[in-house]
């Protein structure tokens, strides 16, 4: 079978041979009228009857993966699609380095595995439910459709953990499928998973800082499962991290097109100082310091979704070959882990210090600091924006102990720079460091929808190319 060629003829277009898969082919099929059902009632707002122009992923050939077309959402062909084998391929790390990669499922594994799938199943459609607001307060058609293909990917990825799921984990496996349909982001009885994927998504703002840092630990979390032993797993999230780079893109182009937008109209209208706020906005802009918050706000929720520093569940994980280190076949060490420590920031006597830990239990504090390194470089590139402009201002990631809810900070309170708050001192400042209720008035009395092609709303420039080279007058979403 060529892998790279994509089975369209059926319901669920795939790459996966469900034509000789009845069982599986049949579990699916009955799935989908809830996942429509789903779309229709947790989707984007509006716009179902809209022509978007959106990529689909046709092949997994690194190549040429996906097409462009105006498909209406609902009609959108979500499939099943994993990257190609790797012939031979083994295990490279925990206590099964060097063995043949896992087909089907270790019984030892079973309930490890369901869990790590159904946890990054749960934030695929919940992040869908958080955004499907936005629509109708986009600030141009090709931020729309934008949003569009974030959420039917994110759609995408759910099939894709849900094949897993009714493939290898029989029953159980049924149930948690439609549990996944089931809960519902911030619901108070029947909530999502996650923290993070319960806050709200209020405005675009919030948007492209939840893609730039909460989709990026989503690619954390998929690089580190595309190290596992259980091969359909690894080829699964290989596939998704093509995707997940798109997400990532308009986060960190979304925030850069407002804070170019930003300081040129500071500079048309000679404004030099960034904290001079309120003239700041009144020319239709987000100002930089309330940027840094939102920052700072998303940032932190983020960190939370790395769990606690130190953990038993992450050192089982990694040492059964389900789930690696970021990159982990890149690293040149022994991949066991056995007797190494790695340097953990504890609280340790009143004060944030590392501390040297057993290296397997302290892996989710160096998928979070890598994490943390890949989103520097990011903010890196929106300061270069700001300097261009000769404004003395920069962004910065608040401290790791900052605003934490999980973990070794969630029982302190910490200034941006990690300096120990009294409570008193927090509830002083706590406004200096997060959006504060006039901040979110204030950006949500700039949220008005631009849906002209080729217009922009005040407070973001327009995109430097357009999506597949079309040009700025394309009409990315035909509104009916
Ligand atoms: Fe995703
Ligand atoms: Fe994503």
């Given at each position: 079978?060529?892998?790279?060629?994509?089975?369209?003829?059926?319901?669920?277009?795939?790459?996966?041979?469900?034509?000789?898969?009845?069982?599986?082919?049949?579990?699916?099929?009955?799935?989908?009228?809830?996942?429509?059902?789903?779309?229709?009632?947790?989707?984007?707002?509006?716009?179902?009857?809209?022509?978007?122009?959106?990529?689909?992923?046709?092949?997994?050939?690194?190549?040429?993966?996906?097409?462009?077309?105006?498909?209406?959402?609902?009609?959108?062909?979500?499939?099943?699609?994993?990257?190609?084998?790797?012939?031979?391929?083994?295990?490279?790390?925990?206590?099964?380095?060097?063995?043949?990669?896992?087909?089907?499922?270790?019984g030892e594994y079973r309930a490890m595995l369901r869990r790590l799938i159904v946890i990054q199943g749960d934030t695929e459609p919940a992040s869908v439910e958080q955004q499907?607001?936005?629509?109708?307060?986009?600030?141009?058609?090709?931020?729309?459709?934008?949003?569009?293909?974030?959420?039917?990917?994110?759609?995408?990825?759910?099939?894709?953990?849900?094949?897993?799921?009714?493939?290898?984990?029989?029953?159980?496996?049924?149930?948690?499928?439609?549990?996944?349909?089931?809960?519902?982001?911030?619901?108070?009885?029947?909530?999502?998973?996650?923290?993070?994927?319960?806050?709200?998504?209020?405005?675009?703002?919030?948007?492209?800082?939840?893609?730039?840092?909460?989709?990026?630990?989503?690619?954390?979390?998929?690089?580190?499962?595309?190290?596992?032993?259980?091969?359909?797993?690894?080829?699964?999230?290989?596939?998704?991290?093509?995707?997940?780079?798109?997400?990532?893109?308009?986060?960190?182009?979304?925030?850069?097109?407002?804070?170019?937008?930003?300081?040129?109209?500071?500079?048309?209208?000679?404004?030099?100082?960034?904290?001079?706020?309120?003239?700041?906005?009144?020319?239709?802009?987000?100002?930089?310091?309330?940027?840094?918050?939102?920052?700072?706000?998303?940032?932190?929720?983020?960190?939370?979704?790395?769990?606690?520093?130190?953990?038993?569940?992450?050192?089982?994980?990694?040492?059964?070959?389900?789930?690696?280190?970021?990159?982990?076949?890149?690293?040149?060490?022994?991949?066991?882990?056995?007797?190494?420590?790695?340097?953990?920031?504890?609280?340790?006597?009143?004060?944030?210090?590392?501390?040297?830990?057993?290296?397997?239990?302290?892996?989710?504090?160096?998928?979070?600091?890598?994490?943390?390194?890949?989103?520097?470089?990011?903010?890196?590139?929106?300061?270069?924006?700001?300097?261009?402009?000769?404004?003395?201002?920069?962004?910065?990631?608040?401290?790791?102990?900052?605003?934490?809810?999980?973990?070794?900070?969630?029982?302190?309170?910490?200034?941006?720079?990690?300096?120990?708050?009294?409570?008193?001192?927090?509830?002083?400042?706590?406004n200096d460091y997060l959006p504060s209720d006039s901040d979110k008035d204030f950006i949500e009395s700039l949220m008005q929808p631009q849906f002209e092609p080729n217009k922009f709303?005040?407070?973001?420039?327009?995109?430097?190319?357009?999506?597949?080279?079309?040009?700025?007058?394309?009409?990315?979403?035909?509104?009916?």
């Amino acid at each position: 079978m060529n892998i790279a060629a994509v089975d369209y003829d059926g319901l669920i277009p795939n790459n996966v041979a469900l034509g000789q898969d009845e069982r599986v082919k049949r579990a699916l099929e009955k799935w989908h009228p809830g996942y429509i059902n789903w779309w229709n009632d947790m989707g984007p707002e509006g716009f179902q009857e809209s022509l978007v122009y959106l990529r689909t992923a046709v092949s997994v050939d690194p190549k040429g993966w996906a097409k462009f077309d105006y498909v209406r959402m609902p009609e959108y062909r979500w499939g099943v699609l994993l990257a190609p084998a790797h012939e031979g391929r083994t295990i490279h790390f925990g206590r099964h380095k060097g063995e043949p990669a896992w087909q089907d499922v270790p019984g030892e594994y079973r309930a490890m595995l369901r869990r790590l799938i159904v946890i990054q199943g749960d934030t695929e459609p919940a992040s869908v439910e958080q955004q499907r607001h936005l629509g109708k307060t986009a600030p141009s058609l090709y931020d729309m459709r934008n949003l569009f293909q974030v959420n039917v990917e994110e759609g995408r990825h759910l099939w894709a953990m849900v094949y897993l799921l009714q493939k290898y984990f029989g029953t159980d496996g049924r149930e948690e499928a439609e549990a996944l349909l089931q809960r519902r982001s911030g619901d108070a009885d029947t909530p999502r998973m996650l923290g993070a994927f319960n806050e709200k998504t209020p405005d675009w703002l919030s948007f492209f800082m939840f893609t730039f840092f909460t989709d990026r630990d989503g690619k954390m979390q998929l690089e580190a499962l595309a190290q596992s032993g259980f091969d359909p797993l690894s080829r699964t999230c290989r596939f998704m991290l093509t995707e997940e780079a798109h997400h990532m893109f308009v986060g960190e182009t979304g925030v850069t097109r407002v804070i170019q937008r930003t300081c040129e109209a500071m500079k048309e209208a000679g404004i030099t100082d960034p904290n001079e706020i309120e003239k700041v906005r009144k020319l239709g802009v987000i100002d930089l310091p309330t940027i840094q918050k939102k920052a700072n706000l998303h940032f932190s929720l983020t960190l939370d979704l790395f769990g606690n520093e130190i953990s038993t569940n992450a050192a089982n994980a990694f040492h059964a070959g389900i789930k690696g280190r970021y990159r982990e076949d890149r690293l040149k060490d022994d991949h066991q882990l056995e007797g190494t420590t790695y340097p953990v920031l504890r609280l340790v006597d009143g004060k944030i210090q590392n501390v040297e830990t057993p290296a397997l239990s302290a892996l989710n504090m160096r998928l979070r600091d890598d994490y943390v390194v890949d989103c520097n470089a990011g903010v890196g590139r929106w300061n270069k924006v700001i300097e261009s402009f000769g404004i003395p201002f920069q962004i910065k990631l608040p401290n790791v102990a900052f605003h934490r809810h999980i973990g070794e900070f969630s029982s302190i309170k910490a200034g941006v720079d990690g300096n120990l708050l009294s409570d008193a001192e927090w509830a002083k400042r706590r406004n200096d460091y997060l959006p504060s209720d006039s901040d979110k008035d204030f950006i949500e009395s700039l949220m008005q929808p631009q849906f002209e092609p080729n217009k922009f709303a005040s407070w973001i420039s327009a995109p430097k190319v357009g999506i597949d080279n079309k040009p700025g007058e394309f009409e990315y979403v035909k509104i009916a």
